[in-house]
């Protein structure tokens, strides 16, 4: 079966870190792009950053670049994202995504940025 599993949400104040991992199970995870998304309140899930397969290629959206870092451990099978120098706005679930047909998303973990 295939699944993710995302966790390492919680509350974090203003300019805090957080690191999420999302698990992956049921499938050979190297073969596969992954994904980061996020969905605030009230607003259209996003893509937050994309990792290849090898690790060789990482991309992020222009809000995030420089704060925060995508990575993976084929090992594991764990993607990760490192998330530094919060701000409110990146409050939101957060969701772990194959690149698939069909895609395969995870239950995502909330992130909460707040004083």
């Known amino acids: 079966q295939v699944q993710l599993v995302e966790s390492g949400g919680g509350l974090v104040q203003p300019g805090g870190s957080l690191r999420l991992s999302c698990v992956a199970s049921?499938?050979?995870?190297?073969?596969?792009?992954m994904r980061w998304y996020r969905q605030a309140p009230g607003k259209e899930r996003e893509l937050v950053a994309s990792?290849?397969?090898?690790?060789?290629?990482?991309d992020y959206t222009s809000t995030v670049k420089g704060r925060f870092i995508i990575s993976r451990d084929n090992a594991k099978t764990t993607v990760y994202l490192q998330m530094n120098s919060l701000k409110p706005e990146d409050t939101a679930v957060y969701y772990c995504?194959?690149?698939?047909?069909?895609?395969?998303w995870g239950k995502g973990t909330l992130v909460t940025v707040s004083s």
């Open positions: 995504y194959r690149e698939s047909l069909p895609p395969t």
């Open positions: 049921g499938f050979t995870f190297s073969r596969y792009v």
């Open positions: 990792i290849s397969r090898y690790s060789e290629t990482a």
